[in-house]
């Protein structure tokens, strides 16, 4: 089956620094997704990308969904203690089902 | 508008138990998902339903998991009996179409001992 790698696996930052996190796919995806799941609540959507090259924001949230549609990058400018959680990338690679492939996740953890 | 709704939160269970998790989609949501996550992983797909009708069950242990959703609203997941390696929080997701993204719950941690 399709399978991503997501990396970092894990992060530990200062408050207002830069974070960047990635996602690659042994094979094409039509649809790539950002999502965040803090302790105990479910995903939460944070950014979709529809477009080979689509480069969306979403706050100090930005994403990018790769040319060659293998991979996608989730940046977070300026860290705030709030965006500690773990991250997902997922991926759907189209058909008549939306069935989503997600990554193993990107724990981040920020030092105020 | 409200959300995903999953009951119970928490369950503990002895092995070769049987359990059940119930999931209210958010309202007009034609397409809802159960994925199993464990510990440290992403969410894995177990049954995906377009209405009533079931779309993809390819990764459900169908000889233990049961899931249904009667009038095309409401879930329920079945395991029966439970195994050891069943431990997991089971989310419930729902979209208003096919191609749309997914609307998640808060998921039901579900411990097997």
């Known amino acids: 089956g399709q399978q991503l790698n997501q990396s970092p696996q894990s992060m530990f930052i200062q408050e207002g620094e830069d974070v960047s996190m990635n996602c690659t796919s042994s094979s094409i995806f039509n649809t790539w997704l950002w999502y965040k799941q803090d302790p105990g609540e479910g995903p939460v959507l944070l950014i979709a990308l529809y477009k080979a090259g689509e480069l969306t924001s979403n706050g100090r949230l930005t994403a990018q969904f790769g040319i060659t549609r293998k991979d996608s990058f989730l940046n977070i400018s300026a860290s705030i203690p709030s965006d500690v959680g773990i991250y997902f990338c997922?991926?759907?690679?189209?058909?008549?089902?939306?069935?989503?492939?997600f990554g193993k996740g990107t724990l981040l953890t920020v030092n105020p | 508008e409200a959300g995903v709704a999953q009951s119970p939160r928490y369950k503990i269970i002895e092995k070769r138990q049987s359990v059940a998790f119930w999931c209210n989609p958010i309202s007009g949501h034609a397409t809802l998902y159960w994925y199993q996550q464990i510990l440290g992983q992403g969410p894995k797909l177990l049954i995906q339903f377009q209405n009533n009708g079931v779309v993809d069950d390819s990764q459900l242990p169908k000889d233990r998991f049961s899931a249904e959703r009667l009038k095309g609203v409401d879930s329920t997941l079945k395991i029966q009996p439970a195994k050891l390696e069943d431990s997991a929080v089971y989310l419930c997701?729902?979209?208003?179409?096919?191609?749309?993204?997914?609307?998640f719950g808060n998921g039901t941690r579900l411990t097997v001992t």
């Open positions: 997922a991926g759907h690679s189209g058909g008549s089902n939306y069935k989503l492939t």
């Open positions: 997701a729902s979209s208003n179409s096919y191609n749309s993204p997914l609307h």
